[in-house]
């Protein structure tokens, strides 16, 4: 079985997360999306709210649902992953993401990095917008799931 890992903060899921985790569904058996906690960070949401936000938004038995903290590749190798799946919404992402994949790959050989895009429509979203929009009511139904606007009205009531 192909296995792959899709980590990311999910802060929250968006239209463009799912669309990536349905194209990388089309490649492997079995897609693990994990919430990376990060104790730097201060999210809107809990690890815990944000994998019931996944679970609530993704719809297939192929796809698992989890949370990690520490390296990538580690969990990776915990959970028999042979690729970590990445987005990429645009040139400004690859720098990153390619010096990631670059030390992932140091650390384990036998990981591969795998970058997809997501479909044009999504390019230019990202959590953090997602957010502000939601802070100031703005309607964000065309960028996320149902679950998630209901979510971010609770968060930022009227």
């Known amino acids: 079985m192909k296995i792959a890992l899709y980590p990311g903060t999910f802060d929250p ?12 569904s089309e490649l492997f058996d079995k897609i693990i999306v994990t919430v990376a906690v990060n104790p730097s960070k201060n999210p809107l949401f809990t690890a815990e709210e944000r994998i019931e936000l996944i679970r609530e938004s993704l719809s297939q038995p192929k796809f698992e649902v989890s949370s990690f903290d520490g390296l990538v590749v580690d969990y990776a190798k ?3 992953s042979i690729a970590i799946i990445r987005g990429l919404r645009a040139i400004s992402d690859f720098e990153y993401e390619f010096q990631m994949a670059l030390m992932n790959h140091k650390l384990a050989e ?27 009511h703005a309607d964000v139904s065309d960028f996320v799931p149902p679950c998630v606007v209901d979510a971010l009205k609770k968060k930022f009531p009227l």
């Open 78 to 80: 915990k959970t028999d």
């Open 13 to 24: 899921i968006t239209n463009g997360h799912i669309d990536i985790i349905q194209r990388a």
């Open 110 to 136: 036998d990981i591969t990095t795998v970058f997809l895009m997501p479909n044009e429509k999504y390019t230019y979203l990202n959590s953090s917008i997602i957010r502000n929009l939601a802070q100031f």
